[in-house]
């Protein structure tokens, strides 16, 4: 079992910073045994991943964000974090830490609860 935990979210203006932080806890280095991603939603939205990293390291990024967003992982401190900078009004919604392990027929994936984003003046 996994519990992600996010943190980091709040208000901010346009063409400032915040860094989302993830707590993946659960038997072993979450962080290292999945593939580590970040979702948003925006109100009246769907789900769209905004950022992945792989448990080789590969990172892989939305156009939208694509220059500004960077994703990263800590083994030692068992952290995900997605480092946001020139944000948007459009940036605003909720940001969902995601952990995915993939195997032939099936799978595990998790989610965080969720942290609030919204950039404005």
């Known amino acids: 079992q996994v519990r992600l935990v996010e943190s980091g979210g709040g208000l901010v203006q346009p063409g400032g910073s915040l860094r989302l932080s993830c707590a993946a806890l659960?038997?072993?280095?979450?962080?290292?045994?999945?593939?580590m991603a970040w979702y948003r939603q925006a109100p009246g939205k769907g789900r769209d991943q905004v950022a992945r990293?792989?448990?080789?390291?590969?990172?892989t990024y939305s156009d939208s964000v694509k220059g500004r967003f960077t994703i990263s992982r800590d083994s030692a401190m068992g952290t995900s974090d997605l480092q946001m900078n020139n944000l948007r009004p459009e940036d605003t919604a909720v940001y969902y830490c995601?952990?995915?392990?993939?195997?032939?027929?099936?799978?595990?994936?998790?989610w965080g609860q969720g942290t609030q984003v919204t950039v404005s003046s």
């Open positions: 995601n952990a995915r392990r993939l195997y032939p027929g099936y799978g595990y994936d998790y």
């Open positions: 659960g038997t072993g280095n979450v962080v290292n045994i999945y593939d």
């Open positions: 990293i792989t448990r080789r390291g590969t990172t």
